[in-house]
């Protein structure tokens, strides 16, 4: 059997889908799983085990193109992609986006059976008319790990674990410790790492809570911070950490995808909002708290027994004060020595 999962983006949501991959495998251990991906988030895939092919789009490229030479070139994109993923001569197509672009390349797949979610679940109600197995997931499946799993169901395949493989790099793994000994941080540190940037701006909490927050960590509790961050974000980083209490707060360098999972894993905790790094710390086993106002922590919220996430009360990421996030950081810090996690690659609940 030949099938193709469709998961183009975020971070966030490519990770999210990792244990349907899981699940395939384990439960159809002879089929051949594609996944077909934005080519910025297929380094969530790099050496997962489930998976024969990743098949890299560059759907975001293709829209912004204009002017004969880039439409040419787009054209010539598809008319590849289309011609490849028809000789792969797939039996299933799942569509775990739900939206009309993942829909049409479900379609192009040209599977007998093509799964998506029913119209009211799906985030562009169009992608039904792409697919011809519509999956209502059920209501005891409220996060989104639980509905992507749900959509298995019409192959007769139920998770009997839920695991999030990601990639270890050797080479990122020991540039971080490098780093880490740089800061003046030895291993027996409290490690929190502070994230404040997010995809979109209603999901990012105030800077200066940020600020806030670092300076209790390191004064009232004596944990290490190290503040992470992503394209256009090293402004807001630095302002977190400049000025504050020598040698227990620190700007993390740029780092790649490797570097960062590495980051996330040494940590005793992740601060974040809604967003890619923190469901990378999630899957890895890291204790996380998340910071919700406009998404549902219940849907979205860091997958995991041990995890806290922490919601606005009227959906504005400015509403949430910084007490409440100081001591669930606190409480979560307590539970990490009192029992720590020992999975740190992907873990397996």
């Given at each position: ?312 009360p009227d959906g504005a990421m400015a509403s949430l004060d910084v007490d409440p996030v ?24």
């Open positions: 059997m030949n099938i193709a999962l469709v998961k183009l983006s975020s971070i966030g949501d490519v990770v999210h889908a990792l244990p349907v991959a899981a699940a395939l495998q384990a439960s159809l251990p002879q089929a051949r799983l594609i996944w077909v991906v934005e080519r910025r988030e297929a380094a969530v895939l790099h050496g997962n085990a489930a998976l024969s092919e990743i098949v890299p789009v560059d759907t975001r490229g293709w829209r912004r193109s204009r002017g004969p030479l880039a439409i040419a070139e787009t054209t010539g994109a598809l008319v590849a992609l289309g011609r490849h993923l028809r000789a792969a001569r797939f039996d299933v197509a799942i569509d775990l986006q739900g939206l009309v672009k993942s829909g049409v390349i479900t379609a192009a797949t040209r599977a007998p059976l093509r799964i998506g979610f029913a119209a009211a679940h799906c985030r562009e109600r169009l992608n039904t008319l792409f697919t011809n197995r519509r999956v209502t997931p059920p209501a005891a499946a409220r996060h989104i790990v639980d509905q992507y799993l749900s959509l298995m169901e019409p192959l007769g395949v139920r998770a009997r674990t839920v695991e999030f493989p990601l990639p270890t790099d050797g080479a990122a793994e020991a540039r971080v410790d490098v780093f880490l000994t740089g800061a003046g941080f030895e291993p027996r540190d409290r490690l929190v790492v502070l994230n404040p940037g997010a995809g979109r701006p209603d999901k990012r909490w105030p800077i200066p809570n940020f600020r806030r927050l670092a300076r209790r960590l390191v004064e009232e509790t004596g944990a290490a911070v190290v503040v992470i961050w992503g394209p256009n974000e090293l402004g807001d980083a630095r302002s977190i950490v400049e000025p504050g209490p020598a040698g227990r707060a620190a700007l993390a360098p740029p780092t790649n995808l490797d570097e960062l999972l590495a980051m996330l894993r040494r940590a005793s905790v992740v601060v974040a909002g809604d967003t890619g790094p923190l469901h990378l710390a999630a899957a890895l086993g890291t204790r996380c708290v998340g910071l919700f106002g406009p998404t549902s922590a219940a849907r979205t919220g860091p997958y995991g027994p041990d995890h806290r996430a922490l919601e606005s100081f001591r669930a950081v606190v409480e979560t810090l307590a539970a990490d020595e009192a029992s720590p996690s020992v999975t740190r690659s992907g873990v397996v609940r």
